[in-house]
């Protein structure tokens, strides 16, 4: 098993668990504020082990690396698809000048945020 989280807004902790469960932890409260199974809807996400599941964009918002494309979080812990990848993604990225990158076997791909 494994795991990824990042602090969300208004410190929340987003995570996902063995690349398919995505949760959001209140810390304060010390409660689960919302969990839901991934793997069915969008599949699973970037490689075990992989580094940097989660992206966070220039205005701090948060993107997930899928195997097959990137995934935007809405205030609402709604997940949306919002570019497909021609090649399956396997391992996570980064935010650079207003594209998210991300590996491919050997070729680093990017994505512009619109």
Same mark, same amino acid.
């Given at each position: *098993?494994? +795991? &990824? ?10 995570? !996902?668990?063995?690349?398919? #469960?995505?949760? $959001? ?6 409660? @689960? $504020?919302?969990?839901?199974? @991934?793997? *069915? !809807? @969008? =599949?699973? *996400? $970037?490689?075990?082990? +992989? ?10 918002? !948060?993107?997930? !690396? ?8 809405? *205030? ?5 698809? $919002? ?5 399956? @993604?396997?391992?996570?990225? &980064?935010?650079?000048? =207003?594209?998210? %990158?991300?590996?491919?076997? +050997?070729?680093?791909? +990017? %994505? #512009?945020?619109?």
């Amino acid at each position: *098993t494994y +795991s &990824d989280m990042c602090i969300g807004p208004e410190g929340l902790v987003y995570g !996902i668990a063995d690349g398919k #469960k995505f949760f $959001v932890f209140d810390p304060l409260n010390r409660v @689960i $504020v919302h969990h839901q199974e @991934i793997d *069915t !809807i @969008i =599949g699973k *996400t $970037v490689a075990y082990q +992989s580094p940097r599941i989660f992206v966070k964009g220039p205005e701090n918002e !948060i993107y997930l !690396i899928f195997a097959k494309g990137i995934v935007k979080v809405d *205030t609402e812990f709604k997940l949306k698809m $919002v570019a497909e990848s021609p090649l399956k @993604i396997q391992a996570g990225g &980064d935010y650079l000048d =207003g594209r998210i %990158y991300f590996v491919c076997g +050997s070729h680093i791909c +990017s %994505y #512009k945020l619109k």
